[in-house]
């Protein structure tokens, strides 16, 4: 399907560990750059990780590097995150490129984005 879906999602305490999956069958999504984003309620949509189409570059934002890892696989991408804190709750959103094989930490580059899966981590 063109819109990706999102799986993986729920509660988890600090400290642990969720795999959140991004699926899609479409050539732009097994071709493109795939980047991850997450936002909570009345806060912007903010970059959390990207994968360029071929796997060979990522790009993380600051506060989750060393902790979360992308990856990517046919008609999956994976987004592993460790140690996670009460501040990554959010809604994490799965987006890829319609032309494009970079990871672009702006979401204006990503053309079509999935429904979201809620990631809640507890103290």
């Known amino acids: 399907q063109v819109q990706p879906v999102e799986s993986g999602g729920g509660l988890v305490q600090a400290g642990g560990s969720l795999r959140l999956a991004c699926a899609s069958s479409?050539?732009?999504?097994?071709?493109?750059?795939v980047g991850w984003f997450r936002q909570n309620p009345g806060n912007e949509r903010e970059f959390v990780a990207a994968i360029t189409g071929s796997a060979s570059d990522r790009r993380y934002a600051d506060s989750v590097r060393g902790r979360f890892t992308i990856s990517r696989q046919k008609d999956t991408v994976l987004l592993q995150m460790n140690n996670l804190r009460t501040e990554d709750t959010a809604l994490y959103y799965c987006?890829?490129?319609?032309?494009?094989?970079?990871?672009?930490?702006?979401?204006?580059?990503?053309?079509?984005w999935g429904q979201g899966t809620q990631v809640t981590v507890s103290p």
């Open positions: 479409t050539v732009a999504f097994n071709n493109n750059g």
């Open positions: 987006a890829y490129r319609e032309l494009g094989g970079a990871a672009m930490t702006e979401s204006q580059y990503y053309k079509y």
